[in-house]
T-cell receptor, first 116, second 108 residues
Framework: EAQVTQNPRYLITVTGKKLTVTCSQN?????MSWYRQDPGLGLRQIYY???????DKGDVPEGYKVSRKEKRNFPLILESPSPNQTSLYFC???????????????FGPGTRLTVL | KQEVTQIPAALSVPEGENLVLNCSFT??????LQWFRQDPGKGLTSLLL?????REQTSGRLNASLDKSSGRSTLYIAASQPGDSATYLC???????FGKGTRLSVIA
């Protein structure tokens, strides 16, 4: 089944404890991105990647890191989480090139992160 | 900078009604527009994707239209059902910019 998976789905942690949220897609998509969703603010892009080893900042990159060593994986790293990073996080991917539906975005199920 | 607005923010209708959700965007230089559905605490499910060269797309009881020159899109839901209750989001690209969504409640 074509899908985007994220792990963990739920995470409670404490301030300053490094964590990684994994994202993987099995559709051979070139483009991957991370969003956070907060009440009243909607979905905001954190980072995106056009292809392997190519990443760039979105609208709210502060406090986050990403890497794209393989096409299928795009982990989100919080080196020193803070309470203002408590949010619902989504990973998304799209084919990006070729075909009329190349830019259709597929989303993972979300990771609810709480930083105490 | 692209801004996407969805009106109304919330909508409650009785079962069986036809309804229209609105989405407007400030920069008409878009490549496509996508409508999503989000259930509470869950991920986003893609409903319809309209390329900038298209006027509308249909999937079952859903019909989405796009008027790029005026910066507007509508999502039409026919014969609404309680199972349609969710938040509906529109997004335009590039880059992918989301509206804040319309929370729909269909009352049985």
């Amino acid at each position: 089944e074509a899908q985007v998976t994220q792990n963990p789905r739920y995470l409670i942690t404490v301030t300053g404890k490094k964590l990684t949220v994994t994202c993987s897609q099995n559709m051979n998509h070139e483009y991957m991105s991370w969003y956070r969703q907060d009440p009243g603010l909607g979905l905001r892009q954190i980072y995106y990647s056009m292809n392997v080893e190519v990443t760039d900042k979105g609208d709210v990159p502060e406090g986050y890191k990403v890497s794209r060593k393989e096409k299928r994986n795009f982990p989100l790293i919080l080196e020193s989480p803070s309470p203002n990073q408590t949010s619902l996080y989504f990973c998304a991917s799209s084919l990006r090139t070729g075909g009329i539906r190349a830019n259709e975005q597929f989303f993972g199920p979300g990771t609810r992160l709480t930083v105490l | 900078k692209q801004e996407v607005t969805q009106i109304p923010a919330a909508l409650s209708v009785p079962e069986g009604e036809n309804l229209v959700l609105n989405c407007s965007f400030t920069d008409s230089a878009i490549y496509n527009l996508q409508w999503f559905r989000q259930d509470p605490g869950k991920g986003l499910t893609s409903l319809l994707l309209i390329q900038s060269s298209q006027r509308e797309q249909t999937s079952g009881r859903l019909n989405a239209s796009l008027d790029k020159s005026s910066g507007r899109s509508t999502l039409y839901i026919a014969a609404s059902q309680p199972g349609d209750s969710a938040t509906y989001l529109c997004a335009v690209s590039p880059p992918l910019v989301f509206g804040k969504g319309t929370r729909l409640s269909v009352i049985a």
